[in-house]
């Protein structure tokens, strides 16, 4: 059972930054890829960014390339989420997950594991 805990939201303007970190408990073959998602009020929950553990290999949604930038920290288990030039309709609430075939990284259903999430706005 791979637990992931998140940090970093909070309250922000709009063009500010913030960064997200979500540590794992472990590196496993049960965690060999993670993901950040956000979830707007009333809006589905949707990709953002994912990493590779081994490689490095990174992916975004079209709405957040240029702006955000996802890392990882292999010694702590850690991944984060730089958010630069941040926009209202950031505003949601982020989760990490952790999935273990490093593949269909943009896929939500494929995750196994999840994060309790971290609430991120962004005022105008």
């Known amino acids: 059972q791979v637990q992931l805990v998140e940090s970093g939201g909070g309250l922000v303007q709009a063009g500010g930054s913030l960064r997200l970190s979500c540590a794992a408990s472990e590196r496993t073959a049960a965690n060999r890829a993670m993901g950040w998602f956000r979830q707007a009020p009333g809006q589905e929950r949707e990709f953002v960014a994912a990493?590779?553990?081994?490689?490095?290999?990174?992916y975004y949604a079209d709405s957040v390339k240029g702006r955000f930038t996802i890392s990882r920290d292999n010694a702590k288990i850690t991944v984060y989420l730089q958010m630069n030039s941040l926009k209202p309709e950031d505003t949601a609430v982020y989760y990490c997950?952790?999935?273990?075939?490093?593949?269909?990284?943009?896929?939500?259903?494929?995750?196994?594991?999840w994060g309790q999430g971290t609430q991120v706005t962004v005022s105008s």
């Open positions: 990493i590779t553990w081994s490689a490095g290999i990174t």
């Open positions: 997950a952790a999935k273990s075939a490093v593949l269909a990284l943009t896929v939500l259903e494929t995750y196994k594991y």
